[in-house]
């Protein structure tokens, strides 16, 4: 069965500061691979997806990026750190070769920026 | 644009019966899915619609409208354990999934 992996769970960083979060997924190749935000009491926001290795579609300019160095792992990134970064980040992977692309979620990262 | 409209907040009593609507408005239509979301925690997948009608799964359905842009998500027997956010999300002419800010719902012994 596939499983997805992210780590940390919580991040503490103060502004200014660097930021790598990872997210694996076992079981399965070639996954559709994604990053969400939200917001306390918000709906998610699609940061990045990617489709393949080295392939990466931003959906929100930000400073933050997004890397697939391997089939199965996606970083994000951040060279400085913002208040408005903190937030609840979700890495989410899914497989459309059934015509039904289901997201599954991992357990999330809370990030504060202080 | 692109909308999804949801409650904000439910309330219901255990054991009892509650829908959660969605109402949706977006460029092309390939599918409408729920999500849970219990606080702090991922969302978890609940069910997937792109057909019109209702797709049962034990205590839980969910019903599609397409010519209405329309669907719910019915709980049945409500248990202290369904508190929590449900998410409604629709792929769109570009395969992108289009999310709603969801509901929260509280049950009440």
């Known amino acids: 069965s596939q499983t997805i992996h992210q780590w940390p769970a919580t991040l503490v960083q103060p502004v200014g500061s660097p930021l790598s979060l990872e997210c694996t997924v076992e079981?399965?190749?070639?996954?559709?691979l994604y990053w969400y935000r939200q917001a306390a009491g918000r709906g998610l926001q699609l940061l990045f997806y990617?489709?393949?290795?080295?392939?990466i579609s931003s959906e929100v300019p930000q400073n933050l990026s997004a890397s697939r160095p391997q089939d199965r792992q996606f970083i994000l990134s951040s060279k400085k750190l913002l208040l408005s970064d903190s937030g609840f980040y979700l890495c989410?992977?899914?497989?459309?070769?059934?015509?039904?692309?289901?997201?599954?979620f991992g357990a999330g990262t809370r990030l504060s920026v202080l | 644009g692109q909308n999804i409209d949801q409650p904000t907040e439910m309330t219901a009593t255990e054991g009892a019966i509650v829908q959660i609507n969605c109402t949706y408005q977006t460029s092309g239509f390939n599918g409408l899915f729920w999500y849970q979301q219990h606080a702090g925690e991922a969302p978890t997948f609940l069910s997937y619609?792109?057909l019109d009608g209702l797709e049962e799964k034990g205590r839980f359905s969910s019903f599609l409208s397409r010519s209405k842009g329309y669907s719910y998500l019915l709980l049945k027997e409500l248990q202290m354990k369904d508190s929590a956010s449900y998410l409604c999300a629709v792929t769109d002419s570009n395969y992108q999934l289009i999310w709603g800010a969801g509901t929260k719902l509280i049950i009440k012994p």
């Open positions: 079981g399965t190749s070639n996954p559709n």
């Open positions: 990617s489709v393949g290795i080295g392939q």
């Open positions: 989410a992977w899914s497989y459309s070769r059934t015509g039904v692309d289901i997201q599954y």
């Open positions: 619609n792109v």
